[in-house]
């Protein structure tokens, strides 16, 4: 996926460099909810997700 900032028209800085950071992060945030939805978790025992996404947002 791709954000088009020329056609938003974004003079902003701060607002590119944010757009440039979810660009990024985008192929992650993409696995990341791939893989639990692969994995549901129906149960409260079973408590795996938590522990997935403290994993994936410590890097």
């Known amino acids: 996926m791709s954000i088009n900032t020329k ?3 974004v003079q902003n ?6 757009v440039s950071k979810l660009e990024n ?5 993409v696995s990341i909810r791939r893989h639990l939805h692969q994995y ?3 149960s409260i ?6 522990t ?4 994936t947002t410590a890097r």
Do not use: D, F, W
């Not at 025992?45 to 938590?50: A, G, M, Q």
């Open 7 to 9: 056609k938003l028209s």
């Open 13 to 18: 800085e701060k607002l590119q460099q944010l």
């Open 25 to 29: 992060l985008y192929p992650e945030m």
């Open 40 to 42: 549901p978790e129906i």
């Open 45 to 50: 025992k079973k408590s795996k997700h938590p």
């Open 52 to 55: 997935t996404l403290q994993n």
